[in-house]
């Protein structure tokens, strides 16, 4: 069953096959997105009186009931459904005749399509922004809470100066802050309204795209129609971009998270269960949580770029190279979210160990704060440095594990709480309550 079936003409299996893919696996995530556009939109068609207000709201109430259906967990696109479009509208024409086959008027299954994707865009860039802050919330607190540990800090993997894990959580936390601001530019993309463009060039019907707008939820129309399709690709790839930020935030930290538990290192311990062990090894304790976390990370690090070959050289109007956009964005949404879930685990049960630095090998972590000592008593720098040197070379070095950092944003002065009141900055800008406010009227 398709929407575009005529009387006599039919598409080859071999085909029909090859073009639909997976396609209808992806669809079973945009089903309850689907339903929620067609109420706004027959509603819509009611206020230009292309629906009496008795079919639509005998159409709402259907379509509600069809939300519960596609919601429910077992739910399933049958056999010979081409897609979720068909699939609502066969359901609404076999309960209410005639009223179901009016709900397409003004729209195709194009600015369907989109305005399914927006929608489960914007859900799912809420899903990972609260996790995103749940995450910074507590790197904030093991921040704080270990502010006094140092631990070695380093450049080109070389011991460079004293940190502290402090520093080390609160710089993640403070990364997690700059990549909602960049995933707040994308929320802003995706929270415009497509839905009236139809095929890509409007409708002649007097339809009110205001108010679907408003039904939505969303801050704003696409306004011109061709732009409206234009923006698939565009939009999943500015998405992409910004979960690509926060997979990095989190690659990094799990490369460090590797590298500290290293027996070599040993900065850092886990619980047993939550590290695995080897077949022949009894000794191990690996990090595979992090590991996997790196690769699904680096893997969505690459997603933009797979999204800019998909959609290269394409011209105006849809193509329909734009639905193998789904099956690279809308897994990795759950990767990112599985991801951000998993480091919030191993990141709540962490093990800090203390007095790391008072291990001679991390001595010369501490020449740079000896330098500074002589600087302060009226050495110029480089002489202190020369001084500094020589005593190393001769080894004679002498030094303090004691440090005295004041400044803005280092060890002795985390600024946690400017950081965070960035964080809440980032956050007002997202504004879901907006969305779910106008959702829970469209089903009420």
């Known amino acids: 069953m398709k929407l575009w079936s005529k009387a006599n003409t039919s598409t080859t299996e071999i085909v029909e096959q090859f073009t639909v893919g997976n396609d209808k696996d992806f669809d079973l995530l945009l089903a309850p997105f689907d339903v929620l556009g067609s109420i706004a939109h027959t509603k819509m068609l009611a206020s230009v009186e292309l629906l009496t207000a008795e079919e639509c709201s005998l159409l709402v109430n259907a379509l509600q009931k069809i939300y519960t259906k596609v919601t429910e967990p077992n739910f399933v696109i049958p056999e010979g459904v081409e897609d979720i479009h068909s699939y609502v509208e066969f359901l609404l024409t076999e309960q209410l005749g005639d009223a179901g086959k009016k709900i397409h008027s003004a729209r195709s299954r194009n600015d369907q399509v989109l305005v399914d994707i927006k929608l489960f865009l914007r859900a799912s860039i809420e899903a990972l922004v609260l996790d995103t802050q749940k995450l910074f919330e507590l790197l904030q607190k093991q921040s704080e809470q270990y502010k006094d540990h140092l631990l070695p800090g380093y450049t080109h993997l070389q011991l460079a100066m004293p940190s502290s894990f402090g520093l080390w959580f609160g710089a993640y936390a403070e990364s997690l802050v700059d990549d909602l601001v960049m995933m707040g530019a994308a929320y802003k993309v995706v929270n415009k309204n497509p839905l009236g463009s139809a095929a890509g060039y409007g409708s002649s019907f007097p339809i009110n795209r205001t108010l679907t707008t408003d039904l939505?939820?969303?801050?704003?129309?696409?306004?011109?129609?061709?732009?409206?399709?234009?923006?698939?690709?565009?939009?999943?790839?500015?998405?992409?971009?910004?979960?690509?930020?926060?997979?990095?935030?989190?690659?990094?930290?799990?490369?460090?998270?590797?590298?500290?538990?290293?027996?070599?290192?040993?900065?850092?311990?886990?619980?047993?269960?939550?590290t695995t062990g080897s077949s022949i090894m009894p000794h191990k304790k690996n990090p595979d949580v992090f590991e996997l976390v790196r690769a699904h990370c680096n893997t969505i690090k690459a997603l933009p770029n797979e999204?800019?070959?998909?959609?290269?050289?394409?011209?105006?109007?849809?193509?329909?190279?734009?639905?193998?956009?789904?099956?690279?964005?809308?897994?990795?949404?759950?990767?990112?979210?599985?991801?951000?879930?998993?480091?919030?685990?191993?990141?709540?049960?962490?093990?800090?160990?203390?007095?790391?630095?008072?291990?001679?090998?991390?001595?010369?972590?501490f020449s740079v704060e000896e330098v500074n000592k002589l600087v302060l008593t009226g050495v110029p720098f480089r002489d202190a440095y020369k001084q500094i040197g020589e005593q190393i070379e001769n080894g004679h070095f002498q030094y303090s594990t004691q440090v005295n950092h004041t400044h803005e944003g280092s060890m002795g002065n985390l600024c946690t709480q400017q950081i965070a009141q960035q964080m809440n900055k980032a956050m007002t800008e997202f504004e879901f309550s907006k969305p779910a406010t106008a959702i829970q009227q469209l089903l009420s």
């Open 216 to 274: 939505l939820g969303f801050e704003t129309l696409n306004y011109n129609v061709v732009y409206a399709q234009m923006g698939r690709g565009k939009t999943e790839r500015i998405v992409s971009t910004a979960m690509a930020n926060i997979a990095d935030t989190l690659a990094r930290l799990s490369m460090d998270c590797c590298l500290y538990l290293n027996q070599n290192f040993s900065f850092i311990a886990f619980p047993p269960e939550l």
């Open 307 to 365: 999204i800019t070959m998909i959609t290269t050289n394409l011209p105006s109007g849809y193509q329909r190279d734009l639905q193998l956009l789904k099956m690279h964005l809308f897994p990795a949404i759950t990767q990112l979210q599985q991801c951000l879930q998993m480091v919030h685990l191993m990141i709540s049960n962490i093990q800090v160990k203390q007095q790391i630095v008072e291990d001679e090998q991390y001595r010369y972590l």
